[in-house]
């Protein structure tokens, strides 16, 4: 059986995480934050010691359509993009992916984790492009529809240190990798603004630590989030 303590005696068993509803949570931060391999592991996790259904995705890039949308953004030189066009873009494949993919995986009951989501077109489009924030938020209402995520875990790295640690893995860099410094940097001011204005729905993991160490701290929160979840549903 699979535990979770983080109060004394809180224990939520498997069968009680299969008759929760759906969750979707997502991961969050600026370049080289680490979400990629920590969602990888996240999900070996959830798999392995939770043993509910789970599901990783992505955007932009979560459908087959999302595929062709994330290579016209991310390729570097073909084609230029207005701000407001590549905004729009991102929009498009929200909403796909959040009919293709999020709303029937969440109706079947399952954990999604998602590589990104809507507060990733605040921080890039709005801090990172200066784009207005209202009408941001008014667009992402259309794509998912009023979809919120149920937790939303920002990777907190500082943004050089994320930067080198992308730029030494891969020599490929992507158009929005390519951007300025003090781009990057409005971008981390945005996720900060965020975690600031959400509390209850973002929290904060130190991801400068080694990824084990990242990880564990994951795992804790979800295991709190979990036993809350469960502990809802019982009630209602
Ligand atoms: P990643 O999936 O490898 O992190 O790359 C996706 C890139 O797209 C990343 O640079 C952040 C950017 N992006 C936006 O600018 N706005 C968005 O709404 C989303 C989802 C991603």
New binding site residues.
């Given amino acids: 059986m699979w535990e979770v303590r983080k109060e004394k005696n809180a224990k939520v068993d498997r069968s009680e995480i299969k008759k929760m509803n759906g969750k979707l949570i997502v991961f969050e931060g600026v370049?080289g934050c680490g979400k990629t391999s920590q969602i990888q592991l996240c999900c070996e996790w959830l798999l392995r010691d939770v043993a509910c259904n789970v599901s990783v995705t992505?955007?932009?890039g979560g459908t087959d359509l999302g595929v062709d949308l994330r290579r016209l953004?991310?390729e570097v030189g073909k084609h230029p993009i207005a701000d407001r066009t590549e905004l729009l873009l991102?929009a498009a494949d929200r909403s796909q992916h959040v009919e293709q993919e999020l709303k029937p995986n969440l109706a079947k009951g399952t954990i999604i984790l998602c590589?990104?989501y809507t507060d990733?077109?605040i921080a890039?489009?709005g801090y990172g492009r200066n784009l207005d924030i209202n009408l941001i938020n008014q667009l992402n209402a259309i794509a998912t529809g009023g979809l919120e995520s149920d937790l939303t875990l920002w990777l907190d790295v500082d943004v050089e240190v994320g930067l080198a640690r992308k730029r030494g893995t891969s020599a490929i860099t992507?158009r929005?990798?390519q951007e300025t410094l003090a781009f990057h940097r409005r971008v981390q001011q945005g996720y900060a603004q965020l975690y600031a204005s959400y509390p209850q729905r973002i929290v904060r993991v130190d991801a400068s630590l080694s990824q084990e160490a990242v990880q564990k701290q994951i795992q804790a929160i979800v295991s709190d989030r979990l036993a809350k979840w469960v502990a809802s549903t019982k009630t209602n």
């Fill in positions: 370049e992505r955007e932009p953004l991310l991102y590589d990104r990733s077109t890039y489009q992507d929005i990798e």
